[in-house]
């Protein structure tokens, strides 16, 4: 079965420090793979997408991510964190006709 | 109204009452998406409809009824609901199911409370 993996259930990193968003996905072929992110009592908000050219795509907020099929994975990074990217963020993969979503990765930015 | 909206945003029901989620999308979309969301557990899909048909149902209980009369309004009716229901549920929409179609568009959510 298709799965997709966030190994970190939480990561805390201080302001201005840079961040990486683990994401591992299972698929024989290669999926369609999306960020999405999520705050509190809120809905997602698709923070970025790769369907296939360019490995490394560039989304909203400052955020970008890099493809790479020898190792399934799809992480997501920003040089520079704020106080207000603080949320929880899930990765998805495109697979068929539905997405299918890691758990989800909660995010707390120190000050 | 732009994007995806859902009423209501919160919802406190007993568990013999019959109530209603809406969900709107104005983004042209075909395709639209119930979710469940609860603590400590994965977005779970429930249902999708494409151009209004129904095309999956993840095994959900049928105290759960969709509907979808146009591809631009999806209802959850609710009855006989068990405290196990609380969570948040997420109404999207995309393009389309097909590859390469199926970039999703999330409403806010509306909070449930079975009590």
């Known amino acids: 079965a298709q799965s997709v993996t966030q190994p970190d259930i939480h990561i805390t990193v201080s302001e201005g420090a840079s961040l990486e968003l683990r994401c591992n996905y299972s698929?024989?072929?290669?999926?369609?793979l999306f960020w999405y992110v999520q705050s509190p009592g809120q809905g997602l908000q698709l923070l970025l997408k790769?369907?296939?050219?360019?490995?490394l795509v560039q989304g909203i907020k400052g955020f970008e991510a890099e493809f790479k099929r020898s190792q399934s994975s799809f992480n997501l990074r920003k040089p520079s964190v704020h106080w207000s990217d603080a949320a929880e963020y899930f990765c998805?993969?495109?697979?068929?006709?539905?997405?299918?979503f890691g758990a989800g990765t909660i995010l707390r930015v120190k000050s | 109204e732009t994007g995806v909206t859902q009423t209501p945003r919160h919802l406190v029901m007993g568990m013999t009452n019959k109530k209603s989620l809406k969900c709107e999308q104005h983004?042209?979309?075909?395709?639209m998406y119930w979710y469940k969301q609860s603590a400590k557990k994965p977005l779970e899909l429930m249902f999708v409809?494409?151009?209004?048909?129904?095309?999956e149902n993840n095994s959900v209980p049928s105290r759960f009824s969709p509907e979808c009369p146009n591809s631009s309004h999806l209802f959850l009716h609710l009855h006989t609901l068990q405290p196990e229901d609380s969570a948040l549920y997420l109404c999207?929409?995309?393009?389309?199911?097909?590859?390469?179609?199926?970039?999703?568009?999330f409403g806010p959510g509306t909070r449930l409370t079975v009590t």
């Open positions: 790769y369907f296939s050219g360019d490995t």
């Open positions: 998805a993969g495109g697979y068929g006709n539905k997405l299918v």
């Open positions: 698929y024989g072929a290669t999926p369609y």
């Open positions: 999207a929409s995309s393009q389309g199911t097909a590859r390469g179609s199926y970039e999703q568009y």
């Open positions: 983004l042209g979309h075909n395709a």
């Open positions: 409809y494409n151009f209004k048909e129904q095309t």
